[in-house]
């Protein structure tokens, strides 16, 4: 069993995450609730939860204070949040788990799988939050958090040139040299990074628009990047690219 806390002031919504834990996390034991970050903290330490499901906004602060306060205990947090874009895009860059009120259970019972799974194996838990606590001020996230073999690593959006999808890995090329393999899909890259200047040329290919150094348009459309490599586009993506980003 999987000692669980549940961070929330409001009561209904604690009860509310009870019930759905004891109906489908059969693996997670709650072992209390608390309404504040001051009470919180204390539980936290207290009671030393593996899991921690937690509201954004809480009276006497936020749960990014709770997770400042608490870094020094080894638990896994769950952002519970009905709140707007930005936050979630933060979320996203940090690998920090989220759901959004009102909690769809399907999503829940995948979150809590991979955790529970996953619970002993390598997981740097401290980069996340050290990749949250980086980007939290800001609209535009620079600071991403990677999974790669030997667990979390933090890159710079800024310090990619291109992403390829390769099997069913990605492949981060850096403008060191440096190339990071990565178990998220391109996908996944695609959804976070696309409003940071990057563009997915075709199927195989997400690159930084800052990274462009030339573009062929006619019979095959390529562009080459800053460090040399000539990536094709697809038929149809040249016009978007030119009327999105290099038009600017």
């Given amino acids: 069993m999987f000692k669980t806390l549940i961070v929330d002031d409001e009561s209904a919504a604690v009860k509310a995450m009870e ?3 004891s109906n489908y996390c059969p693996q997670l034991q709650v072992c209390g609730s608390a309404g504040t970050v001051a009470d919180a903290v204390k539980m936290i330490r207290n009671e030393q939860p593996e899991i921690v499901f937690m509201d954004v906004e809480l009276p006497g602060g936020t749960g990014f204070n709770i997770l400042e306060e608490t870094q020094d205990v080894n638990y896994e947090v769950i952002f519970i949040s009905a709140h707007n874009h930005s936050v ?3 979320f996203r860059y940090s690998s920090i788990d989220y759901l ?3 909690v769809d259970i399907d999503e829940l019972i995948g979150k809590i ?4 799974n996953n619970r002993s194996s390598v997981n740097n838990t401290n980069v996340k939050y050290e990749v949250l606590f980086n980007n939290i001020n800001t609209s535009h996230p620079e600071n991403l958090a990677v999974f790669t073999k030997s667990g979390l690593v933090s890159v710079k959006s800024s310090d990619i040139v291109y992403i390829t999808r390769e099997n069913r890995t990605s492949v981060l090329f850096l403008l ?3 190339q990071i393999e990565s178990s998220t899909s391109i996908n ?3 959804f976070m990074l696309e409003e940071n200047g990057f563009f997915r040329v075709n199927e195989d290919f ?3 628009v800052n990274s462009i150094r030339k573009v062929y348009r006619f019979l095959n459309p390529r562009v080459k990047l800053v460090n040399g490599v000539v990536v094709s586009i697809d038929k149809g993506k040249l016009k978007l690219l ?3 980003y290099l038009s600017k």
Avoid at 113 to 116: E, R, S, V
């Fill in 19 to 21: 019930l759905i834990v």
């Fill in 88 to 90: 979630l895009r933060t």
């Fill in 100 to 102: 959004q009120k009102p």
């Fill in 113 to 116: 799988d991979k955790i529970t």
């Fill in 176 to 178: 060191n040299g440096e």
């Fill in 188 to 190: 996944e890259f695609q």
């Fill in 206 to 208: 997400l690159i930084q």
């Fill in 242 to 244: 030119n009327e999105v």
